[in-house]
């Protein structure tokens, strides 16, 4: 069973929006460090945005690539995290995957134990 699913991606024109949903099976998200990454072939995967636990200091973080675009957020009552992806651009295009963990502190891949099998986002010019 997969712990987190992600949804929302799909095909966008340049400037489009979408937003991008992660759900979680078994267990609470707003306990968790929840980020959200992206990745194209041939390369590794990079922190898009994450947002710490409801025990953290509700800190976010954006890569500078997405900041003033792109909003992380919580939803207790629907045990959802959400990436809201405004002005979107050709560069945006990549897999997301949302990921679970504990805590975070640069926002890497390696500080998260739970993973998403990853919403496809594409962006045309």
């Known amino acids: 069973q997969v712990p987190l699913v992600e949804s929302g991606g799909g095909l966008v024109q340049d400037g489009g929006s979408l937003r991008l949903s992660c759900a979680a099976t078994?267990?609470?998200?707003?306990?968790?460090?929840v980020g959200w990454f992206r990745q194209v072939p041939g390369k590794e995967s990079k922190g898009v945005s994450c947002?710490?636990?409801?025990?953290?200091?509700?800190?976010?973080f954006y890569a500078d690539s997405v900041k003033g675009r792109f909003t992380i957020s919580k939803d207790k009552v629907k045990n959802m995290v959400y990436l809201q992806m405004d002005r979107l651009k050709p560069e945006d295009t990549a897999v997301y995957f949302c990921?679970?963990?504990?805590?975070?502190?640069?926002?890497?891949?390696?500080?998260?134990?739970?993973w998403g099998q990853g919403t496809e986002v594409t962006v045309s010019s």
């Open positions: 078994g267990f609470i998200l707003d306990y968790y460090a």
């Open positions: 990921a679970a963990g504990a805590f975070y502190r640069d926002c890497l891949p390696a500080e998260f134990d739970y």
């Open positions: 947002i710490s636990s409801s025990e953290g200091d509700g800190s976010t």
